[in-house]
C-alpha cells in the first residue's frame, strides 16, 4: 500500500522492493505461519475427523479469493483506491488474528468432535458455501454485464463473511470424553474409526530417501503449479479466447469449485476411509487436473471455463488430502519438516510454470507483439501442464499400488 501511494515520488526500483517486500510478507504469513502450521496442527489434533477439519479451513481460504475479489470490484476498483484496499486488506487480517488468539486452546490429548461442534462445524460449512455461491452469482451477472458496479453488493459480500462469528456464542464447555470414560460411561466412537498415526514416525532423512515422499512431492508440484498458474493468468486467458468480461467470474467459479470439493473432500474422505483410500482420492484428484488442463487447451470461453472448474474441483480436493497424507505416513516426529519440504515443490511450481513456462509460451505467440489474441496464445502451455498431470496421475496410481 506503501509503494501504491508513494508511488509518484519513489523511483522504479524502491518502489518494486518495496511492493515485493509487502507480497513476501503477506504470503509467507498467510500461507507458511497460519495455512499450513493451523492445518498441521488440526491434523494432530483431531485424529478421527483430520481431512474434515482440514477441508474446512482449506475452503475458508479457497472463498476468501472470491471473496476479496467481489470488494475490490465492487467497492475499490479504482486506480486512486488501490492503496486504500491493501490498507483494507492488511488491516482485516491484523484485527482478525489478533481477535482469535484469545480463544485457541491446546489440547493435551487429542479428542473426537463432541456433537455440538459437529452441528457447529456443518453451520460453519453452510456458511461457507453460501459466501462462495453469492461470490460466483455476483461475478457471473457481472460478467454478462446484468449489472454494473454496485457497493451494496459488496457490503453484503462482507455480511455473509462475517456470519460465522454468530456460532461462537453457541460454544459450551462440553466435559472432556476422557472424563466421561472416568465415569466408566462407554465411548460411542470405536477405536477403529481414528486412522493410524505413528505417535513417533521417523525423521526427514529417511523419508526423502524413500520412493513415495518424491511421489507425492511430484503430483504436488503438477496440481499446485498447474492450478495456481490458471487462476493467476485467468485474465489473461479468457482474454485471448475473446471472453475478457468473464475473469471475475471464472476466478469466482475457482474459488467455488475448490472450496466444494475441500469440504466434500473432507467429509467423504473420512466416512468412507475403509471402502475408499486417501490414495483412491489422490488418483481421482490427479484424474480431473488432467480432464481440467485438455478441456482449457481448447481455448474457447467455454472450454477454459469447464477447465477451470475440475482444476479448481483438483485443486482443492488435493490440499485438503495432502496434509492428512503426510500426517498419516510419516508420523508426528517431524511432522513439519516433512511437511514444509513437499511444500517446497510449490516454490519451484511456481518459479517454473508461473513465472517461465506461461510467460515465454504467450511471448512466443505474440510474436513482439505487446497482447496476444486467439487460441496459440495459452494452447500449448495447456498442452504441457496436461503432460505434467499426467506424470502426477502416475504417481497417484504408484502410490495406491
Known sequence: AVAVEAGQHLDFVPRAIL??????LAGYSSVSLLDNIVCMACSLAFPAERVMVVGYLKAVLATSAGFWAIIWVHIFEDGEKLGAYLGCVAAASLVCVACSLPGLKVEREPEPLSSGSHRRLA????????????????????????????????????????????????SRTEPSRAAVTEQNVPSTTPASTTPSCSPEGIALCTAVCGLDFWLLWTMQFAVFG???????????????AGAANAAGFGVALFALTSSLS???VGILSDRFRNSFSRFDWLC???????????????MTALGVMLGVLFLGLAFGGFFTVIVPVVNEMYGRKQFGVIMGSQLASQAAAAFLISFWLI???????????AVCIGGSCYRMSFLILGLLQGIGFICACVLKC
Open 19 to 24: 511492493a515485493a517486500l509487502g507480497s513476501m
Open 226 to 240: 498447474s492450478g495456481s498458474a490458471v487462476n493467476q493468468n485467468l485474465a489473461q486467458i479468457l482474454e485471448s
Open 284 to 298: 481421482l484428484i490427479a484424474g480431473c487436473a488432467v480432464a481440467g488442463q485438455m478441456l482449457a487447451s481448447h
Open 123 to 170: 453451520a460453519a460449512v453452510v456458511l461457507v458455501v453460501l459466501l462462495s455461491v453469492f461470490d460466483v452469482s455476483v461475478s457471473f451477472v457481472y460478467s454478462k454485464e446484468i449489472i454494473s458496479r454496485t457497493a451494496p453488493l459488496g457490503y453484503v459480500g462482507v455480511s455473509l463473511a462475517v456470519m460465522p462469528l454468530a456460532l461462537l456464542p453457541c
Open 262 to 264: 475441500r469440504v466434500a
Open 359 to 369: 510467460p515465454h509460451v504467450y511471448r512466443m505467440s505474440a510474436q513482439g507483439g
